[in-house]
């Protein structure tokens, strides 16, 4: 048995989608398409929470552009978060972009670095912030709060900077030219410069002025035709790094506008229109690699089927989740237990990922009807199975049902109102010879097989 699902080795540029699970290739072929096709510049925002798979696919793309989709653009893959202990991203992006330039660059890749090294002094940084609101305009509200939180010293820079704006124009000027020579072909009856895609990964882990400094740059230094920028970012976040650096009045969304194109996101299902959750096939996947027994595998996948329909479950939630099955003692793993039990681990170690807040109240048996029903979605027009004219229910989920019922019947005591229900559940809980106060059942299961060991 593996501790943790093995992570595939990804040497960057080479690796491709080829064990291609949760149908990424599809997606990244759409991207390569459209990077190739558009001349003006884009800055493309791959949208996802944490833990949703965006590095995963970044990663792999860079290399699956050429060698699988046939594109001509040259793919730089930059990690933000790598570098957001440096002071200026700009010269981190140059030092990406030069490791994958050929040697016969080297010239213009000269010039870019000496013209790069020239703008970016700390009165130009400030004056780059400025400008996104409008570079001829009055300082607005955060105009004003960022001039503040320069010093004097700074703040009189910034004034010979501003009186200085034809220079500034023509220095950016330059600067693109240098960019776009870049992308020119050298030696080849080739006139059109050759694509170039810069994916910048992390950005929503960066500290705030980091991360708004790259799209700052991006959008002053890097407006070039055919120079595109795809970015892996949690928006949500990038919009409260937005309000962090300006105040929580500004409109972080009208703000981001400023420099996004356009935004996609990986999709939630795989196998077509009507294919299961990626979540689940990634979770089987996890499961097979791991080696974890068809008793706990199966009510596991089955579990996540109900919960993730309420519930926001990410990949990361699930490795966590399956290294957290590993961990069980070896009889639970081996041995047949009865399926309430199982169900009651299940939900103890998805909870604990998933949903925090009810996490201690499963634990202790304490939750009530409510909170059941927000965790498993099992409200009343789904758990009941007949509507209340005697027609068959069409939105009745019967994996809820039960799930729901068997939690109340653990919280209650072993006392259910519809004693047919009542006895149906008891059934999966104790057998003839064993019985056990069903309110005691998650504390054991927590104490005696899951707080031995924790995954960090």
Known sequence: MRFSPPEEAVVLY??????????????????????????????????????????????RWVGAHTSQFGGSATTVYFDAFAHDYLEDPLVALIGALSERLPPEKKPTMDRVKSLAWRLMRPAARVGLSIATFGATEALNDAGDVLAEAVGEETKGALDKFWQREEGRRVAMAQFREAVAALMTPIGSEQTDPSPLVIVVDELDRCRPDYALQILEIIKHFFSVPRLHFVLGVNLKALENSVRARYGADIDATLYLQKFISITFTLPETVGGHEGKLAILAFAEQLCKRTEIPAQIATPFREHLEVVAKVNRVSMRDVVRMVT???LLPRKVLTENFLRGWIEVLITLVVSREIRPDLYPKFRRSALTEEEISSYLGSVPEVIMEKSDGGAHNERYDHEAFWRHYAWLYVVSGGALENKDTEKGVMGIFSSGFSRREPRSIPQKIGREWLDLFTAL
């Not at 491709?16 to 949760?22: I, K, N, Q, R, S």
């Not at 997606?27 to 459209?34: C, E, I, K």
């Not at 096709?37 to 996802?48: H, Q, S």
């Open 14 to 59: 080479e690796t491709a989608f080829t064990d291609d699970l949760l149908d990424r290739k599809k997606v990244g072929q759409a991207l390569s398409d459209l990077l190739e096709r558009i001349e003006d510049p884009l800055v493309v925002v791959l949208d996802g929470g944490w833990g949703a798979g965006k590095s995963y696919f970044l990663q």
């Open 324 to 326: 957290s099955l590993t």
